[in-house]
Structures are given as structure tokens and as C-alpha cells.
């Protein structure tokens, strides 16, 4: 289990300069609480590249995923969490769906995600980029700045603001 993540209420107050995201997104992974680096994508229907990105070593690190908002099918899943519980992710962030939410919230991962989805997603449909910087829910994510989640919201800041 991984340690305590801090209060997203006591970090905004701390440090009213860091980022929050508008109130778009729903948790469906079994940690609700999560903080780490972050790695980001940017895929549209189609999760070749968040299932290849999270068969890789986490490090604690959050997978923040730019689907394009897209609600016509789901980016992530209960295989993908198990993914990201057994390579070491804290959570995943998705400006997009997900999917086996019920598996999803019995994995010690967190997951944020605009809705639930029970289509999958196509392979091959479009191609992705990774580690470039992303912006939705009025949040700028740049890989290597952190991010903090909780059922509060979420913070984002260009380097660690916790303890």
C-alpha cells in the first residue's frame, strides 16, 4: 500500500499558485487517495499505447491520459488496472471513459475518469503520443510535474508540494 496521499484541500491552501482541475471527474479505481509524478498520454479511441505504457515500471508515477474527451468508448479496464497495480502506477487520470468498474474499484489503484463505458476501444484506429504535455479540465499536465488526487479534486503542481 502506498503512503498516505496528502489532503488536496490543505495543498490548494498552501499553495494557491498550484493547478486544479474543474470538477469533471468521477473515481472508479479502489484507491481514492493518490499523488506522484506524472506520465502523460495522448490517445483517441484507441489504447494500444495506455495498455504499453502501463505494462512498463510506474515508479509510483500517474498515467494522465488525453483521450479527447471522447465518451464513445472506454480507454481503460479491469485488465489495464491490474496493469498498473502490478507495474507499481499510483493512478490514472483520464480525460475520457473507463470500464469494469467493479473490477476497477477492487484494484489498489486510483482512477479518475469523466464516465463509465461499456464499449472498448479499437486498435490500431489512431496513433498516440507519450510524454508531452496535455491540457483539459482547465489543467496544463506536463510530464514530471506532480499530481495529487483525492475525493476533493485534484492539484497539480511543477514539482512536489507535499511534506
Excluded at 471527474?25 to 495522448?42: S, V
Excluded at 490500431?124 to 514530471?144: I, K, M, Q, S, T
Aim: hydrophobic content about 45%; some cysteine; proline content about 4%.
Amino acid at each position: 500500500m502506498a503512503a498516505a496521499s496528502p489532503a488536496t484541500t490543505d495543498l490548494a491552501d498552501a499553495h494557491p499558485d498550484a493547478q486544479v482541475c474543474a470538477p469533471v471527474f468521477r473515481d472508479y479505481g479502489g484507491r481514492q487517495a493518490f499523488h506522484g509524478p506524472i506520465a502523460t498520454l495522448k490517445v483517441f479511441e484507441d489504447n494500444a499505447l495506455v495498455r504499453a505504457t502501463l505494462e512498463t515500471p510506474g515508479a509510483g508515477r500517474v498515467l494522465v491520459v488525453d483521450g479527447g474527451g471522447s465518451l464513445r468508448c472506454a480507454l481503460v479496464g479491469g485488465m489495464l488496472g491490474e496493469l498498473a497495480v502490478r507495474n507499481g502506477w499510483a493512478g490514472i487520470v483520464v480525460n475520457g471513459c473507463v470500464r469494469d468498474t467493479a473490477e476497477l474499484e477492487a484494484q489498489d489503484v486510483g482512477v479518475k475518469a469523466l464516465a463509465a463505458h461499456p464499449r472498448k476501444s479499437e486498435k490500431g484506429l489512431h496513433a498516440g503520443h507519450a510524454d508531452r504535455v496535455v491540457e483539459f479540465a482547465g489543467v496544463r499536465f506536463r510530464p514530471g510535474a506532480w499530481l495529487y488526487a483525492d475525493a476533493d479534486g485534484i492539484v497539480v503542481a511543477d514539482a512536489a508540494i507535499h511534506g
